[in-house]
């Protein structure tokens, strides 16, 4: 994905691929499965992709690859956001950036192949050209190891006793064999890609009087019932989600609005964050809004559950405006989250 900097909105939609598409060597822009993580050294350990709140470990959710035109130490660069699914919590969100130049330890000069490796098999790769390994549940840095075949590795004790329970403790006895067999932990968001489209002009004047039942269907009719709901609770903020829905009728599915520095647009007049409310870099650079994750995406993760499940209005990303480097590791960022239900 290309940095639009002051040009047009980049839209983000979710599509299935090919699991080799969805590799490291291929930089995807992603959503849920295992991350494919850029720079293999470096990666976040545990404590920084705990929740905040409830301390479990934070579920990955996308990824976008976002490259910086000129910049030769960021000419591979990818954020990463991770969210909490645990409930009673289902509330922290941590997001992580990392840039590469293009000769780099980890990738090949040139541009990776558009046809399909060899192989045909979909295995998971658990060890990183860093040698680092890889949590068999979650994908993340993998500082444990189970103490009797020393060969399956975790993030946490939660991960390890959650694998233990769906299948390790039968294979653990076969090493040779059980890192072909991952079983489904239910852990892990469906996988898609997200493709790329840019925003087309969209003139308010038109929209505003097409039929809306039939432009925003494909949101999902619960969330469309409780988006109404919001608007006819906010009185005086009509007009913020009346442009929030006219902005995106065009092009109801967008999962993701990408745009460095670009102004976001809100669901709600409430819980908007001012300048004093985004933190600054640690360099010392303002951050500038990168994305904007959209409710639609909730309609793709199939993460209902009976009581409390993850839920937001708009997740919007801030990273550096200097998109400074720190070497080859992975600098946190900040999220700010705008729920649905704040006015309720």
Same mark, same amino acid.
């Given at each position: 994905m290309a940095a639009a900097g002051a040009g047009p909105v980049e839209l983000g939609f979710a599509q299935s691929a090919p699991a080799w598409r969805l590799r490291s060597e291929q930089f995807p822009s992603k959503v849920g499965g295992r991350p494919a993580w850029l720079g293999s050294a470096g990666l976040p350990g545990p404590p920084a992709l705990?929740?905040?709140?409830?301390?479990?470990? %934070?579920?990955?959710?996308?990824?976008?690859?976002?490259?910086?035109?000129?910049?030769?130490?960021?000419?591979?660069? !990818?954020? @990463?956001?991770?969210? +909490?699914?645990?409930?009673?919590?289902?509330?922290?969100?941590?997001? @992580?950036?990392?840039? %590469?130049?293009?000769?780099?330890?980890?990738? /090949?000069?040139?541009?990776?192949?558009?046809?399909?490796?060899?192989?045909? !098999?979909?295995?998971?790769?658990?060890?990183?050209?860093?040698?680092?390994?890889?949590?068999?549940?979650? !994908?993340?840095?993998?500082?444990?190891?189970?103490?009797?075949?020393?060969?399956?590795?975790?993030?946490?004790?939660e991960h390890q006793t959650l694998d233990w329970r769906l299948g390790h403790k039968q294979t653990c006895a076969q090493p040779d064999h059980f890192?072909?067999?991952?079983?489904?932990?239910?852990?892990?968001?469906?996988?898609?890609?997200?493709?790329?489209?840019?925003?087309?002009?969209?003139?308010?004047?038109?929209?505003?009087?097409?039929?809306?039942?039939?432009?925003?269907?494909?949101?999902?009719?619960?969330?469309?019932?409780?988006?109404?709901?919001?608007a006819k609770h906010e009185s005086g903020e009509d007009t913020i989600f009346q442009k929030f829905k006219t902005q995106i009728a065009l092009e109801p599915e967008q999962i993701l609005r990408y745009g460095r520095g670009i102004v976001p647009i809100w669901i709600s007049g409430e819980n908007i964050p001012q300048e004093k409310d985004i933190p600054d870099c640690? +360099?010392?650079?303002?951050?500038?809004?990168?994305?904007?994750?959209?409710?639609?995406?909730?309609?793709?993760?199939?993460?209902?559950?009976?009581?409390? /499940?993850?839920?937001? !209005?708009?997740?919007?990303?801030?990273?550096?405006?200097?998109? +400074?480097s720190l070497g080859t590791g992975y600098t946190e960022e900040f999220v700010w989250k705008q729920d649905v239900t704040d006015t309720l």
């Open positions: 705990a929740c905040t709140l409830c301390r479990r470990p %934070l579920s990955f959710l996308l990824q976008v690859y976002a490259p910086l035109p000129g910049r030769a130490d960021a000419f591979h660069r !990818g954020i @990463f956001l991770f969210c +909490c699914r645990e409930p009673p919590c289902c509330a922290g969100l941590r997001v @992580f950036r990392n840039q %590469l130049p293009r000769k780099n330890d980890f990738y /090949s000069y040139e541009p990776p192949s558009e046809n399909p490796p060899p192989e045909t !098999g979909e295995s998971v790769c658990l060890q990183l050209k860093s040698g680092a390994h890889l949590c068999r549940v979650c !994908g993340c840095l993998g500082p444990k190891t189970c103490s009797r075949c020393h060969k399956a590795y975790y993030c946490s004790k890192d072909h067999i991952i079983p489904d932990h239910n852990f892990l968001f469906p996988e898609f890609e997200i493709v790329i489209e840019t925003e087309e002009e969209i003139m308010p004047e038109v929209v505003e009087k097409e039929d809306y039942s039939e432009i925003t269907g494909s949101m999902g009719e619960a969330l469309e019932e409780e988006l109404d709901s919001m640690p +360099c010392g650079a303002k951050r500038i809004l990168e994305f904007q994750v959209m409710p639609q995406l909730l309609n793709y993760l199939k993460a209902d559950r009976l009581g409390k /499940s993850i839920d937001w !209005g708009i997740l919007a990303v801030f990273t550096c405006a200097e998109s +400074c």
